[in-house]
């Protein structure tokens, strides 16, 4: 059992990834509701006390999984507020392993800066492709993974630790994967034009983020 949902996550993973390379719309819908359970079973297999906050947060992204697959505005929408949802839920199992005394003032202030600015720059070439609701909508979502991505930088500080450095690269792998996402939705006419690498960095994301709450766990 204990490789029984590697192994469908791997091999989910790999024909989801080559039908979005194909631009195979079936076969992404179909494979795509099986790669967060397939990890959340991993995780609670291998986890001898498995986090809540994780299990919530992979939930959440899974939700926003199906969600997204359905093309609709409403859908879309729905969508984002559950990885919100996951975003904060990762936040708050982060903080668990921070130790804030000795995480330095301007790490705290450049890493915001960082990030706000980093958004800002992306969905300023969002302005015309998007309605005022929508176009803020989607930028406080953006700022709320740019605060998941501090609070891992703020644990690698904490912990110095290989499991640490996997979490956060695969939290900045998720910022990336967001970013590009709104491109390939929302603005077809730039380099973004297909959800592969949409998909092979969100599943990189989420694959990194567990494997370091696995090595936590492992001690």
Known sequence: MIFFFPAVFVVSALV????????????????????LPSLLGWYCTVCPEPLGLVIAALLASWIGDVLLVLKSSKCFALGGFSFTVSHICFISAYVSFVDFSVIPLWAVVLCA????????????????????????????????????NCFALYQLISQANTAALITFIGALLFFVSDSMLFYVRFKQDTVFKSHFPVMLTYIAAEFLIVCGFILHAAG
Request: charged letters at 10%; zero cysteines; a positive charge.
């Open 16 to 35: 989801h990834l080559y039908a979005s390379l194909k631009q195979n719309n079936l076969l992404r819908t179909v494979t795509k509701p099986f790669l």
């Open 113 to 148: 800066v960082f990030y706000f600015t980093v958004s800002l720059l992306v969905f300023r070439g969002l302005k015309d492709s998007l309605s005022g609701i929508l176009f803020y909508s989607m930028l406080g979502y953006l700022l709320v993974n740019g605060a998941m």
